[in-house]
């Protein structure tokens, strides 16, 4: 889906439910895509259903114009974890994504926005974010809302 030719139409961000799926996979998709991998609807369908259907994720979706033809131009997607540290939640902001048509209007703004809100009305201690090394303008945004860069832990990962 992409956005309207109107850059004033109004963006409301709301909490996903399984009903949402069918708008939030082409911007899933898409989003993997922006990862080099290869392109899957039906598995991006079926990925996103589960996590909402057991709770696993939780998934704020940015909607642009009237409510009655309203289309998704982004989405979020968080991750429970804890801090073993704080001895409190806290949460993995996994995936961000906005369609290219609806970029520069403050969708990932908005999006990040609600996912710090909804942090904090969890009493998290903190989030998490990962970004491309190359992904400047996001990178941008992040510090631009306070995101501090963690220059102290190294990031390593398994591959099973």
């Not at 850059?7 to 922006?34: K, N």
């Not at 703004?109 to 992904?135: C, D, H, I, K, P």
């Amino acid at each position: 889906m992409t956005a309207p030719n109107n850059p004033a139409a109004p963006i409301l961000i709301v909490a996903a439910t399984p009903q949402h799926v069918e708008q939030i996979a082409p911007l899933f998709d898409a989003y993997r895509q922006f990862y080099q991998q290869p392109a899957d609807l039906p598995q991006a369908r079926d990925f996103l259903t589960r996590r909402l259907s057991r709770g696993e994720s939780v998934i704020f979706l940015a909607l642009a114009g009237a409510a009655d033809e309203a289309l998704a131009v982004g989405f979020t997607q968080l991750y429970p974890m804890f801090s073993s540290i704080a001895m409190r939640p806290a949460w993995l902001l996994n995936d961000l994504y906005v369609a290219p048509r609806a970029r520069s209007r403050g969708v990932g703004a908005a999006l990040l926005t609600r996912a710090r809100e909804f942090a904090v009305g969890t009493g998290a201690s903190e989030m998490m974010l990962q970004t491309a090394v190359t992904n400047q303008v996001a990178q941008r945004l992040y510090t631009g809302l306070g995101w501090i860069r963690d220059d102290e832990y190294l990031t390593f990962m398994l591959p099973l």
